[in-house]
């Protein structure tokens, strides 16, 4: 099982952005698909937007669409996750995630079998 490294959280404004990392310990194996999730207390794992590694189509939640961009490296086995015009409902720990999976791109939870620590976004109002 590859290991994910999430990084880039942090404490920002409404309006403002962050960037989020996810680095894998090796290619992601069988995985084809990266995702990124999040998780206010209390709520359920929500998914926010995921990629192909191989031709980089994506995916996003409705809530997050043109505001936040996936990509990755694949050189570098990074994926990451621009998002602009934070909002306080944005707010989560926001995880990274494998997954192989055919057709279209997978936003359950339980489809990933991969799953980084999850690093903690905060936006305050």
């Known amino acids: 099982q590859v290991q994910l490294v999430e990084s880039g959280g942090g404490l920002v404004q409404a309006g403002g952005s962050l960037r989020l990392s996810c680095a894998a310990s090796r290619r992601t194996g069988s995985a084809n698909t990266m995702g990124w999730f999040r998780q206010a207390p209390g709520k359920e794992r929500d998914f926010v937007a995921a990629i192909r590694w191989s031709r980089g189509s994506t995916r996003y939640a409705d809530s997050v669409m043109g505001r936040f961009t996936i990509s990755r490296d694949s050189v570098e086995n990074t994926v990451y996750l621009q998002m602009n015009s934070l909002k306080p409902e944005d707010t989560a720990i926001y995880y990274c995630?494998?997954?192989?999976?055919?057709?279209?791109?997978?936003?359950?939870?339980?489809?990933?079998?991969?799953w980084g620590q999850g690093t903690q976004v905060t936006v305050s109002s």
């Open positions: 995630a494998a997954a192989f999976t055919v057709g279209s791109i997978a936003t359950i939870p339980r489809a990933y079998d991969s």
